[in-house]
């Protein structure tokens, strides 16, 4: 979205449509309640109608939940037909027995499907360290099949809520060789999220043809630059995981790279990625703010990256934003300490329109401006560290007491 | 702390006396309250009667505050014979006119001294930003002159605070040689505190004699086991300092390495600065508990170090303490994304006596004990990584309402 073809012809080649995962041609998508949480939906099934084309992005944590280890192997084909997600239970640290589980929920789904075990992907969040109750997710993975819907895109974003407040779901439409192609994705994330991660989870579907290869490249891409740019609480989770089917329904002439429909279908990936990443951090935790924080004037990209993230997860940046007070030095200070290199003495830093530090000192600026400047649902901080061209944009959002609440007592 | 040389030993060894930063023979202390803050003591000097060894640590934060400079660049020499210290104003990000007011301080405290300005340190802590009330400082400078006093340590430990709710000091005696050496130490700290610093301010006297190549190893590694040991937001500061003072007035033999002065002497550092790490973090904004990590069976020390302040410093694991809820996921979490290299299958994790998890999942536990070991003043978190004999401990605290409130309004 931050190219140079002009405001115009951006937007009307990124038409954004309803539908979700199942915007795309040939996805249909299911969500239940099967009783692994108390209430509210708790298994989702997303099932392409042909084989898709699948590539995937896995957390780095050292710890790594069963169905993360048992996808991830999975996804190296290139191949995927369904996914099926619980929420309420992460399956992680659960031993042999998690294996165990997160195999017989793929082999339940492919039955009830009548698919290859190894076309069926698992995911799961939720509390670390219990098993899976086996019994439910059977029952709930039976219904789901009965349930697939071309409706089903919002059920299934609702089955995969843990602490969300709303389901995330985005699609978009766009021209590829005179072909209309759909992107479409669902996500959860609230707590637990924080960029040096692959990242929360999020399924992104597409009816594109694209040469297989390029795919992981389009969805890497598009990760490094929204879900590895978000922050909640600086904690990566086991279970994070972007999955992306792609069933080349559509029918273009498939994308190759280094042509026009490559760069527009990449540019579509980037804005569901983009709108999902947003929408985890506007629904962090506890918060009643959107914090953006985007860096300019930084020696490379890795440093503006690394100075953007800094900002975005200082928990002292975000309390002052919460409490709206214009309080800069802790921009200044979580700058210092993010390991991009720059001069203190060239930083500029403004709270949404107003220059708070220049020189690396204050400007001259009027207080109640900048408050007010932090008072609204979306805030954003501009930095500009005068040394070079690179820039990234990171998303947070602000801590608030209700963050100490949720995660005081998460387990009861 | 950590020897072999048993318990009694040990405890005859280090014989804890009253007096904080004037407890070793020939120093002398004030606080004073001089406007910088609307009340409470604001600014500090410690003085010894003769020129002192000096060594220093300072923040790692590339926006270094202007009194960090110059007393990093003055302590090169090893010497130094005062310290002032204000609370209430950082002078940091405060330009060319921050780095003069730093100097007119050192100035001021040398012209009423009678010393060289050289041998005059300079430390500052307090909101970002804001240029120095230099009338004020001057004020009580001079102030402070007049009410130098062998019994001014716990004054002066009051004047240096700011979001700290107790003053932090201690002294220690020990037998070198068959001379008693003391070291006395005071601190401040209790928000924007993280492991990746120097660390906070700490200012530590002894009155032994040492050779002055040994002081500074003597003190980097003490601060490597202790201050970079604790965490509080995860926020290094632009301020952080610790400078160690040692006049020989104790007329030992000069303490040389590999001897057994050496030893006794390190201890007693290490006795002072751990002491008042952890009554930093027992006092981090907000606290309700001191948090301790012990990490046991790492690959190496960094890995167990690494593995330690992880834990320590995570939101979610923090959080749990807080609200004692016994959410041992959080821990095998942050282990995971710590950087530490081990076998998820192989820890063991214990919430005070009770073990909870074995071999990387639920260990059979009562939920009940699990919760009371949590309830308490001293949290302890032990881990063992079943790799090697790395092992290291960090201490943070609890992340509790009160952080938010403390930190949404700082500077009003």
Redesign the interface.
């Known amino acids: 979205m931050m190219d140079t073809s002009g405001k115009h012809q951006n937007s009307a080649e990124l038409q954004p449509v309803s539908g979700g995962v199942c915007a795309p041609r040939g996805f249909l998508a299911a969500g239940v309640h099967c009783g692994i949480k108390k209430e509210n939906g708790d298994l989702a099934l997303l099932y392409s109608e042909v084989e898709a084309r699948a590539a995937g992005v896995f957390t780095?944590?050292?710890?790594?939940a069963a169905p993360v280890l048992l996808t991830w192997e999975r996804v190296r084909d290139g191949r995927l037909q369904a996914v099926v997600v619980n929420s309420g239970n992460?399956n992680?640290?659960?031993?042999p027995l998690?294996m165990e589980n997160a195999k017989l929920m793929a082999r339940i789904t492919a039955q009830e499907l009548g698919l290859k075990e190894e076309l069926v992907g698992v995911a799961s969040t939720g509390?670390?360290?219990?098993p899976l109750p086996m019994n439910r997710v059977e029952k709930g993975i039976k219904q789901a099949v009965k349930e697939l819907s071309p409706d089903g895109g919002t059920q299934a974003a609702k089955a995969i809520m843990t602490t969300d407040t709303c389901p995330k779901e985005v699609a978009v439409r766009v021209e590829v060789g005179g072909t209309l192609v759909t992107v479409g994705g669902m996500a959860k994330g609230s707590?637990?999220i924080?960029p040096?991660?692959a990242t929360m989870l999020a399924f992104i579907t597409s009816d594109a043809r694209i040469d297989p290869g390029l795919l992981r490249e389009v969805l890497k891409e598009a990760v490094e630059r929204t879900f590895n740019m978000i922050t909640v609480?600086?904690?990566?989770?086991?279970n994070d995981m972007v999955l992306m089917l792609n069933n080349g329904q559509a029918g273009n002439p498939e994308i190759k790279k280094r042509t026009p429909g490559y760069q527009v279908f990449s540019r579509a990936v980037e804005y569901v990625c983009t709108h999902l990443a947003k929408t985890i951090a506007r629904d962090g935790e506890g918060a009643t703010k959107l914090l953006e924080v985007v860096v300019n004037g930084a020696a490379t990209t890795r440093d503006a990256q690394r100075a953007a993230r800094a900002v975005a997860?200082?928990?002292?940046v975000k309390?002052?934003v919460?409490?709206a007070?214009a309080?800069?030095?802790?921009v200044?200070?979580?700058?210092?300490?993010s390991g991009?290199?720059?001069n203190?003495?060239k930083v500029g830093v403004w709270i949404g329109p107003v220059k708070v530090?220049e020189?690396?000192?204050?400007a001259q600026y009027n207080e109640e401006e900048a408050t007010r400047a932090l008072q609204g649902q979306d805030v954003v901080l501009r930095v500009d560290l005068g040394v070079g061209n690179g820039q990234a944009t990171a998303w947070g959002c602000d801590?608030?007491?209700d963050?100490?609440?949720i995660?005081?007592?998460?387990?009861?």
Do not use: E, Q
Not at 313 to 316: H, I, Q, T, Y
């Open positions: 780095t944590n050292l710890v790594k992460a992680a640290c659960t031993g998690g509390v670390i360290g219990v707590g637990m924080h040096n991660m609480d600086g904690d990566t989770s086991t997860a200082s928990n002292l309390t002052a919460f409490g007070d309080n800069w030095g802790r200044m200070c979580a700058l210092g300490y991009a290199n720059f203190p003495d530090v020189g690396g000192r204050a801590l608030s007491y963050y100490v609440r995660n005081g007592s998460y387990r009861s």
